[in-house]
Nanobody
């Protein structure tokens, strides 16, 4: 089983910065892509930014130039540096891992299992005006 543990959320004034971290743990062989999504009250969950194992990134237009996603493949950890925060950035931020290959021991042989996707529990980010 894979777990995603997020940290770094909190309360910040408009114009401030926060850094979110998400560490994936378990019998992980590799992870194709990791990213961040957010959900504000009364709204649908939306993409914030994603990054592949090769370092290719994608981000929402609303955060371009303010948020930076990065990743440490050796630690299976993804980061989101959020600068120039705005009240409209207030939301629960969820970590996502797509295409997670895990390993299992079967009949004395190490086997790579089919990939699955996982979500973190979410961390609250509140930006006051």
């Amino acid at each position: 089983q894979v777990q995603l543990v997020e940290s770094g959320g909190g309360l910040v004034q408009a114009g401030g910065s926060l850094r979110l971290s998400c560490a994936a743990s378990g019998s992980i062989f590799s992870i194709n892509a990791m990213g961040w999504y957010r959900q504000a009250p009364g709204k649908q969950r939306e993409l914030v930014a994603t990054i592949t194992s090769g370092g290719s990134t994608n981000s929402a237009d609303s955060v371009k130039g303010r948020f930076t996603i990065s990743r440490d493949n050796a630690k299976n950890t993804v980061y989101l540096q959020m600068n120039s925060l705005k009240p409209e950035d207030t939301a629960v931020y969820y970590c996502n891992a797509q295409g997670v290959f895990t390993t299992a021991l079967a009949m004395g042989m190490l086997t790579v299992l089919p990939p699955l996707d996982y979500w973190g529990q979410g961390t609250q980010v509140t930006v006051s005006s």
